[in-house]
């Protein structure tokens, strides 16, 4: 791509006058309007605003303030691309710009300092540039004052560079290139350096660090502190600290008070006068010492405490630069919601010492990870739920609105769902009440007031004056006053979760997002004009209890003590919010429930049985949520979560189908199975979105489902160069009504569902073949001492010959192929029920030394006997029958004619029927599997569990004797899976590339030979069969 004409002529001007560009009286200001911006606009951008759109709506901004050693400075440029998901604009790179007088290629600090705000932002790439030069930088690693320029920097170009490598620069930041994605896909082509931080892990590390300093200070300075008091307090403290760190950073608090602290003695007791001075001014729950009207009880825990200057200092230290590489201003909400996600999975333990230790909690160790809510999928949830619920309101009407979050965490989903409340406010105030202001209508007006929600009463019980909720900043951008902000805030947002640590950190982050905007002028405002503080307490919003246990629990468990009462933590929705219920309940429900199976909290269970119908003795925590969730929302109220998938085949999930049957109108199911959602927890995910009714006739809808996108497709979903909104358009399809009964869930669409009714033609279930005898294979109890390798064996026959009768060749699930086995040195000592182990002196002395570890299972058998064997079976292992592994990819069936034993990683099909080998192996029943089993939970691969409940109505083809057409195809069918056995058996003795190539060929032509039989003997038309195969 040769450089546009534009950029030539600037380099040759830059050459022609490079002594006066590069002199003192040449500032930065006309650099930016002589050479940067035309530089910009020849990229595609709109730097000149020319396109017309609202100034909150235009993509290239000088924002972003940062406080740099004590001055306010701004990322010269900040460039952003509207997120449809979001339903506004999102960062994609800075451009940080010098005086040319400035040595870039050799200066350490402008490098710093632009990596410094571009890590803060989470932002992969951005440009350090005086024209002159021109320096791109990887910005994910953490900045260090004394890195050298060189370090992160991926280009360097001087001017005269330009004009060849433009390529190479507008493939990177064109608005097309990035519009596509090109910033993340070049920072993720980049090789990876290790101890490599971003600034989510450096922030974690970090505030993790001073909780188990503070934690351990605390504790040994107050040792009148309980476990609970000691949680609250370090999280108290570092909730503070931060708030009001950032507040300097954006504005609203004078910059480095808290660094202030560092001269002197007494840190904690000056800290807490900043934190008394932070309750008057602003109000919320973090900060609250002193009873009042209204309000949940205060803080008397803190205001005592006993804590070592060094330890606050060091924390304070960390905060600033040159210890701190962070830009607080510029951190993303979701990143520091994502931090505090995975802060609160620990918790402060004491020990007999009264010593603190932090540790995983429980849960977090049972789930194997915190699971934290990636952006794409909050914001999916948030536009699926509110954007309907919105649609068509005023703003009058959109106040009764409510949006609940019943497992709220650190409060990542209503910080997405109260952005979307502000920017859906924002527009509708500019184009219904900008009209009318323009005309000169008062906010006193009867035209605005009728607009607009009932005037609240004030602190001192008056009613407000009736004021304009927006108002024009000084960058031409139209914005919400803080007043109409937490308006909005207190109408519309509600969480709960169980641990009181994660309604805290949800309050913090929601008051952050109130401040946005706002700077130490326009908080004193209100402190003066209107006599109230600047942030609402949400004690009434966000409240801490057990969004599944009512109080009524303490009917059937009366003896219940109270540290057992608040553990349980029971919490009751009507009494709560009983505005929301007078109101009929909650207009929309979202979030991301606990995934824990029903064992990992047993001494609930009668309760939960009691009062859900998703109740199973294998259910999972989720189920309850969405039970829960369905009936606090009010009549076509709308529901949308991220669950584990395994509810839709399973047999546990049967309860919660059928409740979802009767109680709600399943609206879209988005499927992201075998795909990494969630960092580091492998867990198989759909979106569910429903709208709660009783009403048949709106139940009976028909449902977008979207499979699972192709990796390549999901890479663009988390780099955000597309949306689900976007994948859903083009790839989901539509559901035929009475596909989702209670029995079952088909996530088809009509030609695969045509499909499936022209295989149930002429055709028997597979059950009716084998005498409803799909039988699972031995389980032992314990592996190590019944499972034997050849040498072990021979010992055993060695010292008696007769005891080779109890030991049998085995197969595990992992040596069963695709018509082949391929055993290894394995042996199975079976002990049937009523083994009599005195006639096997030799087994018995090989089992005694596990005989303590038998004895502990809990089961009913002799120690030495198998948990689940049967003498019955031996006759129908021992003869020629059909095996295939529990878990596969695809159909892996084949005939066992050597009399094997196998374990409980495989199921057999006692038939010797090669005509039904070929279908069970065929495309055609592999189709069918995909629709009915259940996937492997916890792979990221498609593995797919060949369970009994999903093969025993697999529709095998009934031959007619009378069609000799049909007699044909079955009896070919037969002789070529006698050939495909023949085959496999050869290619595993085959020695040369040669003769494996060969044979691997006549395999694959056998193996379409059969298919094209099957599809015949079911009536598959070519349309058919492309979808069969994946080309339709």
């Keep these: 791509m040769a450089a546009p004409k534009e950029i030539v002529d600037l380099v040759a001007e830059f050459e022609r006058d490079q002594s006066f560009y590069k002199s003192a009286q040449f500032n930065e200001t006309e650099l930016r309007t002589r050479f940067i911006n035309p530089l910009i606009a020849a990229l595609g951008w709109d730097v000149y605003h020319d396109r017309p759109c609202r100034a909150d709506q235009h993509e290239v901004k000088e924002e972003d303030s940062v406080e740099v050693e004590g001055k306010i400075k701004n990322p010269d440029y900040s460039f952003r691309l509207f997120d449809s998901s979001l339903g506004s604009m999102k960062r994609k790179f800075f451009i940080e710009v010098k005086r040319p007088s400035v040595n870039i290629e050799a200066g350490a600090y402008p490098a710093f300092q632009l990596r410094r705000y571009a890590w803060s932002a989470d932002l992969p790439i951005s440009i ?121 950073d954006r504005g609203i608090e004078r910059y480095m008070r808290l660094k202030h602290l560092l001269e002197g003695v007494r840190v904690y007791a000056r800290l807490f006068e900043l934190f008394q001075q932070a309750d008057e001014r602003y109000n919320s729950g973090i900060f609250h010492f002193h009873k009042e009207p209204g309000r949940e009880n205060p803080d008397i825990i803190t205001p005592n405490l006993k804590i070592d200057d060094g330890t606050l200092k060091e924390i304070i230290k960390q905060l600033y630069f040159p210890e701190s590489p962070y830009a607080f201003s510029v951190l993303p909400a979701e ?108 906010p006193s007006s009867p035209e605005i007031r009728r607009l607009l929600p009932e005037t609240e009463v004030g602190r001192r019980g008056r009613k407000r004056k009736a004021e304009s909720p927006i108002y024009q900043a000084r960058d031409g951008e139209w914005r919400l006053t803080t007043a109409e902000r937490k308006r909005i805030l207190l109408s519309n947002i509600y969480g709960v979760d169980i641990d009181r640590q994660a309604v805290e950190v949800t309050k913090l982050s929601l008051l952050l997002k109130v401040l946005e905007g706002e700077n130490e002028e326009t ?46 933590n029971p919490f009751d929705w009507e009494r709560e919010f009983g505005e929301v219920f007078r109101r009929g309940g909650f207009d929309v ?98 979106i569910l979105s429903t709208m709660r009714t009783d009403s048949e006739f709106k139940r009976d809808i028909r449902t977008r489902y979207l499979p699972p996108p192709d990796v390549e497709t999901f890479n663009q979903l988390i780099n955000r160069s597309t949306t689900i909104s976007d ?57 190590e001492a019944f499972i034997i390798d050849s040498d072990t064996r021979l010992k055993i026959v060695e010292r008696d010959p007769k005891e080779s009768e109890a030991i049998k060749p085995i197969l595990f699930g992992e040596d069963v192929r695709r018509y082949s086995l391929e055993p290894g040195d394995r042996y199975l000592i079976y002990t049937y ?54 878990i596969a990819r695809t159909c892996q069936f084949t005939m066992d004619d050597n ?43 498609n593995y797919l569990e060949f369970r009994a409940q999903y093969l025993r109505g697999f529709p095998i083809r009934v031959i007619d004797p009378s069609e000799s057409n049909e007699v044909s195809r079955r009896d070919r069918v037969v002789s070529l899976v006698e050939q495909m056995l023949s085959l496999h058996k050869q290619l595993l003795l085959a020695r040369t590339p040669h003769e494996q190539t060969a044979l691997e060929r006549q395999i694959e032509a056998t193996d379409r030979q059969i298919d094209a039989l099957v599809y015949e003997l079911y009536g598959l038309t070519e349309e058919e069969i492309g979808i069969v195969e994946g080309r339709g």
């Design 727 to 783: 994948i859903i358009e083009k790839e989901s399809i539509e559901i035929p009504i009475g596909s989702l009964e209670p029995e079952r869930w088909l996530l088809i669409d009509e030609l695969q569902q045509q499909i499936l009714e022209k295989m149930n033609y002429k055709t028997y279930p597979l059950d009716h073949f084998v005498q409803g005898r799909i039988l699972w294979g031995v389980k032992t109890g314990l592996n």
């Design 335 to 442: 990143i520091l919601g994502q931090i505090y996600e995975q802060f609160l999975g620990q918790v402060i333990r004491l020990d007999q010492d009264h010593l603190a230790v932090v540790e995983d909690k429980p849960e977090v160790k049972k789930a194997g990870g915190v699971k934290y809510t990636p952006a794409y999928i909050v914001e999916a949830i948030v536009q699926k739920t509110l954007g309907p619920t919105l649609q068509g309101r005023t703003a009058r009407q959109a106040s009764e609105i409510s949006v609940l979050d019943p497992a709220c965490g650190s409060g990542s989903f209503l910080i997405v769902a109260y952005q979307f409340l502000l920017d859906w406010h924002r527009d509708w105030f500019v184009q219904h009440l900008l009209p009318l202001m323009e005309r000169g209508c008062k």
């Design 899 to 941: 009399g094997y034993f196998s374990n409980n990683k495989t199921f057999i099909l006692p038939t010797d029927d090669s005509f039904i080998l070929g279908i069970l192996n065929s495309k055609l029943a592999l189709f069918y599997f995909s629709i009915f089993c259940a996937a492997l939970e916890g792979s990221s691969d």
């Design 128 to 248: 350090l540039t005086d024209f002159e030069e021109f320096s791109v930088y990887y910005c994910l690693s953490r900045p260090g004052r004394e890195d050298k320029p060189t370090k992160s920097r991926i280009m360097y170009l001087r001017y005269d560079q330009y004009a060849e490598k433009w390529e190479e620069i507008a493939a990177l930041f064109s608005r097309e290139a990035v519009l596509n994605g090109s910033l993340d896909r070049y920072a993720r082509s980049l090789p990876q350096k290790r101890g490599e931080k971003r600034v989510d892990a450096a922030l974690l590390g970090d505030i993790s660090r001073w909780r188990e300093a503070l934690a351990k200070n605390i504790a040994l300075r107050n040792p009148e502190l309980d476990t609970a008091s000691l949680n609250y307090s370090v999280q108290a403290i570092i909730d503070r600290i931060m708030f009001l760190r950032i507040c300097e």
């Design 833 to 886: 029920h009523g083994f009599d182990i005195s006639q096997y002196p030799a087994i018995e002395e090989h089992l005694k030394p596990y005989k303590s570890e038998l004895e502990k299972r809990a089961t009913k058998q002799a120690w030495y006997e198998h948990q689940q064997p049967s003498i019955a079976l031996v006759p129908i292992f021992e003869s020629k029958k059909i095996i295939y592994p529990e």
């Design 589 to 686: 429900v979202i979030g991301n429930p606990p995934y824990i199976r029903m064992e990992s909290f047993k001494e609930l269970k009668d309760y939960l049985r009691k009062e859900y119908s998703v109740h199973g003795s294998r259910s999972d925590l989720y189920a309850y949520f969405v039970e829960r969730s369905h009936n606090l929302l009010q009549e076509d109220g709308l529901f949308s979560m991220i669950l584990s998938n395994k509810f839709i085949k399973a047999n546990y999930g049967a309860p919660l189908r059928k409740f979802l049957y009767s109680k709600a109108a399943i609206k879209e199911i988005d499927d992201f199975a075998g795909l990494n959602v969630f960092q580091g927890v492998t867990v198989r995910t759909v």
């Design 523 to 568: 908080i004193s405002k209100q402190l003066t004009l209107f006599q109230e503080r600047a942030l609402p307490d949400l004690g009434e919003n966000i409240k801490c209890g057990n969004s599944l246990i009512g109080w009524d629990i303490l009917e059937d468990n009366p003896g219940l003590g109270q540290e057992e009462i608040e553990r349980i």
